[in-house]
Structure formats: C-alpha cells, structure tokens
C-alpha cells in the first residue's frame, strides 16, 4: 500500500518529527480533563440527575481540574514520547487517575460530614475519571497508530530494508521492538524464523513466526525479504557459517548484532546491527586467554609498546591498557597516526599514564633516552617492516628496521633490565622465500640467541619471548581492506595466484596470543598461533564480493595478476627441522628450533649493518642466505644467489 502522492507531501514532515512537546501533551490532557467532566455533566442530566452542589459548580469544576493538574505535573505523565507509548504507560496513568479519584472521594466525604452536603456525586466523580482515564490512554494510541501508519506509508517506505530476524525468542523481539521504533526508519521487518520449531502458525508484533522447515536462504525468500539478522546467540560457529554461506549464494545480505549487554544504548539497539564480516566467516573457535595471568603481570607495571600506532601494535597497547599498567609508553616514528590513538586512548576507561613518543627503532640512542627514562619491566616490540615487495626492492631497510631494530630493542631491554622482551613475528619468517621473512628469521634467531646465551650464564634478567603467526585480518596494508576498496571503486578484485592459500585471524585474536603467550613464557621460546584452516585468496575475494551484496565477475571482476616477488604459494608455521611442544593454551604451541651461537649472529648482524649502511644490496641479501640457509628467493632478482 502507498499513500497519494499529496497524502505523502502533506505528511513528509512526519519522518522529522522526533516527539510531540510536553507543552501539547499537558495541554491536550488538560483539554481531555475538561472535556470528561463537561460530558459527565450532560449524561448525569440526560439520564434525569440533576444534583445540585453546597458550592456554586465553577469552584466544584476548578477543584477537579486543579487535582488533576497538580497530579499531572507530579508525576511527569505528559513527558513520555508518545509513540512509545507501552502497558507501562497505562499503568501509570491508571495510578494517577486512581489517586485523583481517591483525593477527590475523601475530599467530598470530609466535606459531607462537616457540612452535611457534598460538592459532587460520587457517581459523578466515578464516570468522569472513567471516561478521562480511557480519553487519555485512546490519545496515546491514536498518536502511536498515526505516527506508525505514515511512518510505514510515506514515500521512502520502498527504500527500507525489506528484513528477517533469526530467532523467536525475547532478544529477538527486543530488535523487532528497536527496528520497529526506529527514526529514521531504515528497516521493515516481514517476520521470524524460529529455529527451534517445524512448524509454526503464531505471530509476535503482528509479524509472522515461521519454521525451519527448508533452507533459511528459501524461508526468507518466501518472507519477500533479502536480508536477514542473526539474533540466535545459541547457534554454533559452524551452524552461523553454513546459513551465512547459504544466504550469499542467493545475494541474500546478512546483518549480526553485538550481545544487548555490550551495548551502552539500549534505545540505540537498531544502530548496532551490522553487516557480517569476511572475520565471521572464519572457521575458528573463540579463543579464550588467562585475563587472571596476564593481569598479574602487567597490573601496576611499566610497559612499552613499540610500533604503537601500527595494526598490531595499537591493538597491544588497547588491549594492555584494560589491564592497567602504572605506565603505558606508546612509541612510534609514524606522527599522525600515534596522536591519533594517543587520542583514542584517553577515552578509554585505564589507571595507566599514557605516555606517547616519537622515536625510531633504528636509531640506538633514542631509544637508550626512553628506556633511560621510564625503565619498562615489559616490552612489546612490534615496529616492523612487513611488506614482501617493497622490502624485495629495499633490502638494506628490512636490515635497519626489523633486524637492527629488533637487536636495539632486546639489548636495551637487558642493559635495564625489563622483566620481559616480547616481539611479534611473522609466518614469511619460516622457510623465508623473500627479504622480508628473511630479516624478521634473523631478528627471531637474534633474540632467541640472546636468551640462550643468558641461560648459560645463569642470568634471569630478562625472558625473551617470540610470537609468530599469520596474515591478519584487517591489519595496514592486508588484502581485506585492499579487496574493499577494490570492491567500493567497482572491481577488479586483483589476485596474485589462484591457488594461492594463507593463514588468518582478526587483530584482537592476534593480540590476545601475543599476551597470553607473553604471560608464560620462561625465555628463549618461539610461540606459534594456531591460526585455525588456511583460506584460499581466490574465495575470500568471492565472499567479500558476495558479502557487499555482489556478484562475482558479474558485478566485480576477479583478476589474476601473477606473483609478485618473493610472494609463495602458501606459508608455513615451522621450519623443516622444527617441532612443536604444546602448552597449556590448545592455540599455543612452542616451536622447537636449532638455536644459533650468539657470538656468531652478532658478527653476522654487525656485518650486515655495514653492507646496509653501504648499499651494498647483493651483498647484503648473500649474506642475509649465510645467516638463514634456507631463505631461497622465489620469483626475484635475489634466485642467483642461492
């Protein structure tokens, strides 16, 4: 159904109206007030009573209005938005209406025994607080009735989301009332699917309840929909997986919403729900860290963040400051972005001293002043370099950054002595087919040197911890936010390879890890994540398109591009060599590794800073292979050299 097109302009204003003022709805109740004792006066009469007072009636009429506004007033009953009206509301104007009664009842009494004459019937008193309770309850609803038909009727009615709710239960119902009260209105709900039953014929706001008798995908089809939000919180990762995957194959859109406990707002409930992201999509269970672990270490602590306006840097540092350090020190060369999270930061809900420092991780004397100054007990390196390519044609930076960068870090967390160095690694540096990987496996051969070296001289200073995983999701320069703005400028999605596989987990995921495998390590590990299955490039492209409501290579083309230098087919967690010994955590394990001499890396890395400083680019990746034996180049200008 549509309005005429002058029924629609006349009422266009509707959808800017946010609430009637109080000052109208006093002044109609008032209006109501009135017009229940006048009608009161004319049935009295009509049916022959005619009842005359010991006072003259515009005192009588004067003492009825003055109580109810009197009770109005006290009890705020004019200053509810009327659209929303509930039984809540209705029951509390039933209240005030019983005390007027009630007030006016003793009143008339009193009066009678005193004076031996009343100033009103008490029939009269009955009728007219009956016939204003009902007058004043039937305006709620009438308004509430008007303001949902234009709502649901004027001319952006078509424009709405046409949607499906997931779930029958009182969560569900709590977004069908939010959707349903939402201004501007964005959807229009055609019914529910209720997961838990075959069959189903019941309604819930006048909206039809289904069963799961068919594929959700078909069931909401039938709805007349192509959306639907998940408000089931019992369905498993698998279950919420198949119907995601069901709906897309039919270009249905699916919306999450975050638990209604996580939400400030509850009014806001409907602004929360969300497209479901390519993160959903993961076939992985939550992980599950020990809060009570971490929080005892890092609690009261000093801790430096480096890399700190960096994807994983800054969620380190999020996640740290939840825990409340005495000092949160956030070091970043990157200006901007650190003033940004400096900003962000201050809002958050932390005892911690938030201390922001421009420094770079190559220039040793810097860093000596920050750890001179604040004395860290925990460090979290995470300043790197990660892109394959640029690294392939930049050698001597990798050199600077991850591998210098990394020494400076874990020398000056022992010259003073920080309780813990924790860096953050990568899966390129396994088996490293490209410069990047290569100078993060030195880096990683560098600290776990250093700590084996402490060991033997019985030096418990400082514990040296590695963290190594995969591709994360979302982080600076990953392919998600890549595929997205391919997907927002209308395609082609770029691809390297077809067959191309990688490992992946979201950035608190990630973060969670580094903290949780921080909090146990005794020095010299190499933690690895499980990072749950690999994820073929060519079918998270596929999704991303499906999950913006897309075809692929219909809509938004796919183009294979090549591989780009250094660029593998797939990654690997281990070494050839390597084991793995599990820990208490079932998503952490320790990789077991050849430990290197440590006097040996050090002459190789001072080596290395001179060929760098020099620009003596093949000399310095020959002799990055001498360090790392099995860094064979793939698809480089480096493949002479092995």
């Not at 009422?11 to 003022?21: H, M, N, W």
């Not at 709590?174 to 838990?196: D, R, V």
């Not at 999450?256 to 479901?276: C, F, H």
């Not at 591998?403 to 020398?411: H, I, N, T, W």
Request: glycine share 4%.
């Amino acid at each position: 159904m549509t309005l005429p097109k002058k029924i629609q302009k006349n009422f266009s204003y509707l959808k800017t109206i946010q609430y009637l003022p109080r000052w109208i709805i006093f002044s109609i109740d008032i209006a109501i007030v009135i017009f229940s004792v006048v009608i009161t006066h004319f049935i009295l009469k009509g049916v022959g009573i005619d009842y005359m007072p010991i006072i003259q009636t515009p005192f009588v009429f004067a003492l009825f209005l003055g109580t109810h506004l009197c009770a109005f007033w006290y009890f705020k009953t004019f200053t509810g938005i009327v659209r929303h009206t509930t039984l809540n509301d209705a029951a509390k104007l039933f209240f005030v209406e019983l005390l007027c009664f009630l007030g006016l009842y003793i009143t008339n009494t009193v009066v009678d025994l005193i004076y031996d004459g009343r100033l009103f019937l008490n029939t009269q008193l009955l009728i007219s607080i009956a016939i204003t309770y009902g007058l004043l309850v039937i305006f709620r609803l009438l308004v509430k009735v008007c303001f949902d038909f234009f709502s649901e009727y004027s001319n952006d009615s078509q424009h709405y989301i046409k949607t499906v709710i997931y779930g029958s239960d009182e969560r569900a119902i709590a977004i069908a009332n939010a959707i349903t009260a939402e201004i501007p209105k964005k959807y229009k709900l055609q019914g529910f699917i209720n997961p838990n039953a075959k069959n189903s014929y019941n309604r819930i706001l006048n909206i039809p309840i289904i069963g799961k008798t068919r594929k959700v995908s078909v069931l909401v089809r039938s709805l007349g929909a192509n959306n639907l939000i998940i408000a089931d919180e019992n369905l498993t990762k698998d279950e919420k997986i198949e119907i995601i995957e069901d709906c897309l194959n039919y270009n249905i859109k699916v919306y999450n919403l975050p638990r209604l406990t996580d939400i400030n707002d509850q009014k806001k409930v409907a602004s929360n729900i969300r497209k479901i992201k390519i993160e959903d999509l993961l076939e992985r269970k939550p992980i599950v860290i020990n809060n009570n672990q971490i929080s005892d270490q890092i609690k009261d602590k000093v801790v430096l963040v480096s890399g700190a306006a960096g994807s994983i840097g800054s969620e380190i540092v999020w996640q740290v400051a939840a825990f409340n350090p005495k000092k949160l020190i956030l070091l970043d060369q990157a200006e901007t972005p650190l003033h940004h999270i400096s900003l962000e930061i201050s809002k958050c809900t932390t005892n911690a001293e938030i201390i922001c420092i421009i420094a770079d991780v190559r220039n040793y004397d810097s860093l000596e002043r920050v750890f001179n100054d604040y004395n860290p007990d925990i460090v979290y390196h995470a300043a790197a370099y990660k892109h394959v390519p640029l690294m392939e044609m930049n050698p001597q930076q990798a050199i600077f950054t991850n591998v210098l960068g990394s020494k400076y870090m874990a020398d000056l967390s022992l010259k003073y002595k920080a309780d813990r160095f924790v860096m953050v690694s990568t899966d390129k540096a396994v088996n490293p087919s490209n410069v990047m990987g290569a100078s993060k496996r030195i880096a990683e051969k560098y600290v776990q040197s250093l700590a084996q070296k402490l060991k033997k001289e019985n030096n418990n200073t400082t514990k040296y911890i590695t963290t190594r995983f995969g591709n994360v999701l979302g982080s600076n320069g990953s392919v998600v936010p890549l595929f997205t703005k391919q997907i927002e400028n209308g395609g082609p999605i770029t691809i390297t390879h077809p067959d191309i596989i990688r490992y992946f987990m979201t950035i608190p995921e990630a973060c969670q890890l580094v903290l949780e495998a921080g909090s146990m390590g005794n020095g010299g590990e190499i933690y690895i994540f499980d990072m749950g299955k690999p994820v073929k490039i060519i079918d998270l492209a596929t999704k991303m398109i499906k999950l913006a409501g897309l075809e692929p290579e219909k809509d938004i083309e796919i183009k294979v591009v090549g591989l780009r230098p250094g660029e593998k087919l797939y990654e690997e967690l281990l070494n050839d060599s390597a084991t793995t010994l599990p820990t208490h955590h079932e998503k952490i394990m320790i990789a077991q590794d050849i430990n290197e001499d440590y006097e040996f890396i050090s002459n190789q890395i001072e080596e290395l800073k001179h060929l760098s400083a020099a620009y003596l680019v093949l000399d310095t990746v020959a002799t990055m292979k001498k360090i790392v034996p099995e860094f064979k180049s793939l698809n480089s200008t480096f493949e002479k050299l092995d």
